[in-house]
């Protein structure tokens, strides 16, 4: 398969690809280059619906999150199997405030007890979520400071 149109955005971070497969039928692919990472994800515009993909946040929406972490109360089942399901359902959410939970409580779950490997994942993954997210919408490519301002409002409202 060769690409026959590629659309790249400014920021390298959206495009458009459009392939012809086997025979005349052709398919479109939003192209999205992750920030933190530099994971490449091509999604075919047919089942953007079905798979809940999103617009980015606004910068006031993420400036919302933000100051609204340290407020966030987290309470985490003491089961590793039924917090660990409870937390992919909150990142598969979409949602960044529920990220943001997620993020919160295995950071203070890391702390108090220390994380299993897949916590730490999970851990690793809400984070490069959030950070990307933060970093599109501000225009940034300074990952280390949005990082930094992210761990330190989990650590404020203890």
Not at 9 to 25: A, F, H, V
Not at 29 to 56: E, S, W
Request: with cysteine.
């Amino acid at each position: 398969m060769k690409p026959k149109v590629y659309i790249d955005g400014k920021d390298g971070t959206t495009g458009l690809q459009i392939y012809e497969r086997l025979g005349s039928r052709v398919s479109s692919y939003y192209v999205f280059r992750m920030p933190a990472g530099g994971l490449v994800l091509k999604i075919p515009i047919d089942a953007c619906c079905q798979i809940g993909l999103r617009c980015l946040s606004t910068a006031e929406h993420i400036c919302q999150v933000l100051s609204a972490i340290p407020t966030l109360e987290v309470q985490m089942s003491s089961n590793w199997n039924q917090r660990y399901r409870d937390n992919l359902a909150r990142l598969k959410s979409g949602d960044l405030l529920e990220v943001a939970w997620v993020i919160k409580g295995l950071m203070w779950r890391d702390h108090r007890r220390g994380l299993s490997n897949g916590e730490r994942k999970m851990l690793h993954s809400a984070k490069q979520i959030l950070i990307s997210e933060v970093v599109l919408v501000e225009g940034t490519d300074d990952y280390p400071a949005v990082e930094q301002r992210i761990n330190e409002a989990m650590m404020l409202g203890a």
